[in-house]
């Protein structure tokens, strides 16, 4: 989703304002209603994850680009928005099909043009490390690439492998912070967890099989599934929340990143059925969901991720 945010930090004599937030999901004109000084936050949209039907690879979607910039303005500053539209799911009926592209968001003020690429959508035949791209930006005074959706490092056409997506690095964690989580080893039937803004999604480092590893979180990546657990069917628990504060008075962050999830009408290898959605909150990215019964569990969807977080991967066997 494109997003822009704008917060006032001071008025020409008046009570200072509150925040204001903007969702629009069209270009507009946006004339400021005081003066002082603002920060604008610019957020490119985000790629929507691949669907891969014969037991492939699928992967997440990249993150927008994100950057801000403090401008001076006046109540008849006037801005010119155009909002990104986040990259479309590729629908139930779609048996085998790639993620769709986000756009960029941009602002124009005066001579300042800020602009927030779109994330890159996911392949449906990703293997050999690749990821989806998050989105760059420009001309704020800071600017951070988006976080790319997780990879595998074995070929694509090892079975049942599904890559968390990206999440927006709203807090300049650089290269890797805000990544989907990732495969480095071989195995089937295998989830990973969406980066939040406070960290990756959980890795899985092992060679086991019907494994899901937990989102990031406001505050703390996923937790990974590291080589000495090498058992199938395992699980792991999402990053830490906490509150994570913009500059001045931005919003509040504080989503516990999603736990993975293993689901199998046999319970063979989970202990319970864990609800699919639980501990999501802002900022936070979505567990991985391993679904080990396709016709028991049709129609289930993964665990949404939170605001600016990345979305798990779900795999159904």
Avoid at 229 to 250: H, M, P, S, Y
């Amino acid at each position: 989703m494109g997003t822009l945010t704008s917060f006032f930090g001071g008025g020409g004599g008046s009570p200072l304002p509150q925040p204001e937030w903007l969702f629009q999901k069209s270009s507009y004109t946006y004339t400021f209603p005081y003066d002082g000084t603002v920060i604008v936050h610019v957020v490119g949209a985000g790629g929507s994850g691949a669907k891969q039907y014969n037991r492939y690879h699928g992967q997440g979607g990249g993150a927008g680009g994100y950057c801000r910039k403090e401008f001076s303005v006046t109540s008849s500053t006037t801005a010119t928005v155009t909002t990104g539209t986040g990259g479309h799911y590729v629908g139930r009926n779609v048996n085998d099909a790639n993620g769709i592209s986000g756009t960029a968001t941009s602002f124009v003020l005066g001579s300042d043009t800020l602009t927030a690429n779109g994330g890159s959508g996911g392949d449906r035949y990703a293997g050999g490390n690749a990821k989806a791209a998050g989105g760059t930006a420009t001309g704020g005074d800071v600017n951070y690439t988006g976080g790319r959706s997780g990879s595998s490092s074995s070929s694509y056409n090892n079975r049942g492998i599904a890559t968390g997506g990206g999440a927006v690095d709203v807090f300049g964690l650089g290269t890797g912070g805000t990544d989907g989580g990732s495969l480095t080893n071989g195995g089937n039937e295998l989830a990973t967890g969406g980066g939040g803004i406070g960290g990756r999604g959980g890795n899985i480092l092992n060679n086991g099989r019907a494994n899901a590893t937990g989102g990031g979180g406001s505050a703390g990546p996923g937790q990974d599934l590291r080589n000495e657990i090498n058992n199938d069917g395992q699980e792991t628990g999402g990053g830490a929340g906490g509150a994570r504060l913009f500059k001045f008075t931005g919003p509040i962050f504080d989503g516990k990143g999603g736990m993975g999830l293993i689901l199998r009408w046999t319970n063979t290898y989970n202990t319970g059925l864990f609800p699919p959605y639980h501990d999501i909150g802002l900022g936070a990215g979505g567990g991985g969901m391993s679904m080990l019964d396709g016709n028991a569990w049709y129609g289930m969807n993964g665990q949404t991720a939170g605001i600016f977080g990345g979305g798990g991967g779900t795999m159904v066997h």
